[in-house]
């Protein structure tokens, strides 16, 4: 049976009783599900603009999805609590960035828009210097270079980028292509992943909301600028389970098909997919070991290898028997 965007394997059923939809949830239980894009300024680094956060907050634990150089501004997706069992899979979307890189001599337009063409697609690059990973060679993809200005030496471009890509070196090696040399004089990233810079608020926009629901019980701007857990995986296909699925999953076990409800039309094998409950609760997210086509036609069997749970236990009722 087909609804929407998604395959029914079997009609849900759930409980009032138990859990709870996202935005139903309290301020506490919002804020330690949640994550904030934080318009990153610049001077600190990525790990102060996470500590900031925490203790703004008075959270135990924060995390981010993507480092910005201390000198670079833009979107910084940070995690909170729960939410921060998300970073390992987000901190790989790709990037986005609006970038000046300014040549070390004059050159013509015709070239300078030949030598961008040149690097759009997959290209070899090391780290620099400066930068904390390991210094060895390796490929990253230039999704798409578009020059938005060219002012003298100063060039104007939006990049949009495999995690991983340092514009840093890319504008090196690009001025090295032009004959006269060139380095990137300021950096703003716009987007990284699903998060965009639209979406983003300043540090001082979340402590303003966090001290009025505090002293005024006014819940509405933290509401707005803490989004779900669950806003961060919208864009990764979706299994919808049976609450009676729910605590064996929490406990670590793999999906089987017999407690699968509805599965997205889009689930692809190998790919990653986010495990919900009727009531729109992400509760873990995996490796699909079918497409939903497969799944479809399944009557028993594990259809996904669990991965990262997100959902603490004994929120649902524990109807399954351990060996």
Same mark, same amino acid.
């Given at each position: 049976?087909?609804?929407?965007?998604? /395959?029914?394997?079997?009609?849900?059923?759930?409980?009032?009783?138990?859990?709870?939809?996202?935005?139903?949830?309290?301020?506490?239980?919002?804020?330690?599900? $949640?994550?904030?894009?934080?318009?990153?300024?610049? $001077?600190?680094?990525?790990?102060?603009?996470?500590?900031?956060?925490?203790?703004?907050?008075?959270?135990?634990?924060?995390?981010?999805? $993507?480092?910005?150089?201390?000198?670079?501004?833009?979107?910084?997706?940070?995690?909170?609590?729960?939410?921060?069992?998300?970073?390992?899979?987000?901190?790989?979307?790709?990037?986005? /960035?609006?970038?000046?890189?300014?040549?070390? $001599?004059?050159?013509?337009?015709?070239?300078?828009?030949?030598?961008?063409?040149?690097? %759009?697609?997959?290209?070899?690059?090391?780290?620099?210097?400066?930068?904390?990973?390991?210094?060895?060679?390796?490929?990253?993809?230039?999704?798409?270079?578009?020059?938005?200005?060219?002012?003298?030496?100063?060039?104007?471009?939006?990049?949009?980028?495999?995690?991983?890509?340092?514009?840093?070196?890319?504008?090196?090696?690009? *001025?090295?292509?032009?004959?006269?040399?060139?380095?990137?004089?300021?950096?703003?990233?716009?987007?990284?992943?699903?998060?965009?810079?639209?979406?983003?608020?300043?540090?001082?926009?979340?402590?303003?909301?966090? %001290?009025?629901?505090?002293?005024?019980?006014?819940?509405?701007?933290?509401?707005?600028?803490?989004?779900?857990?669950?806003?961060?995986?919208?864009?990764?296909?979706?299994?919808?389970?049976?609450?009676?699925?729910?605590?064996?999953?929490?406990?670590?076990?793999?999906?089987?098909?017999?407690?699968?409800?509805?599965?997205?039309?889009?689930?692809?094998?190998?790919?990653?997919?986010?495990?919900?409950?009727?009531?729109?609760?992400?509760?873990?997210? *995996?490796?699909?070991?079918?497409?939903?086509?497969?799944?479809?036609?399944?009557?028993?069997?594990?259809?996904?290898?669990?991965?990262?749970?997100?959902?603490?236990?004994?929120? /649902?009722?524990?109807?399954?028997?351990?060996?």
């Amino acid at each position: 049976m087909k609804l929407g965007n998604y /395959y029914v394997i079997e009609e849900v059923q759930t409980s009032e009783e138990y859990g709870c939809p996202p935005n139903k949830r309290s301020v506490e239980e919002h804020i330690k599900k $949640g994550f904030v894009c934080i318009d990153k300024p610049r $001077g600190p680094s990525s790990h102060e603009v996470v500590v900031w956060v925490r203790n703004i907050l008075n959270v135990k634990k924060t995390g981010h999805a $993507g480092t910005l150089d201390p000198r670079v501004t833009g979107v910084l997706p940070v995690f909170i609590e729960t939410a921060t069992k998300l970073v390992k899979f987000l901190q790989e979307s790709g990037k986005e /960035y609006v970038c000046v890189m300014r040549l070390h $001599g004059d050159v013509r337009e015709e070239e300078i828009r030949k030598v961008f063409r040149m690097f %759009i697609g997959k290209i070899y690059q090391k780290p620099p210097l400066k930068s904390a990973v390991k210094k060895q060679l390796r490929i990253r993809e230039i999704y798409s270079m578009q020059i938005l200005e060219i002012e003298g030496r100063d060039i104007l471009f939006k990049v949009s980028t495999e995690s991983g890509t340092y514009i840093r070196k890319l504008c090196k090696d690009m *001025g090295e292509v032009l004959g006269v040399g060139a380095h990137m004089q300021e950096l703003r990233r716009t987007r990284t992943g699903e998060f965009v810079e639209s979406e983003s608020y300043t540090l001082q926009d979340l402590l303003d909301a966090y %001290i009025f629901w505090k002293e005024e019980g006014e819940e509405r701007y933290i509401r707005e600028i803490i989004k779900p857990m669950e806003a961060a995986v919208s864009s990764i296909p979706k299994i919808v389970i049976k609450d009676t699925a729910v605590d064996a999953i929490c406990h670590g076990a793999n999906l089987s098909i017999k407690g699968v409800a509805m599965v997205e039309k889009n689930v692809k094998k190998d790919s990653t997919v986010a495990i919900f409950t009727a009531k729109g609760e992400l509760v873990a997210l *995996g490796k699909a070991l079918f497409s939903a086509e497969e799944m479809l036609e399944l009557k028993k069997g594990i259809v996904v290898d669990v991965e990262r749970v997100l959902m603490e236990r004994g929120v /649902y009722p524990s109807v399954w028997k351990s060996k």
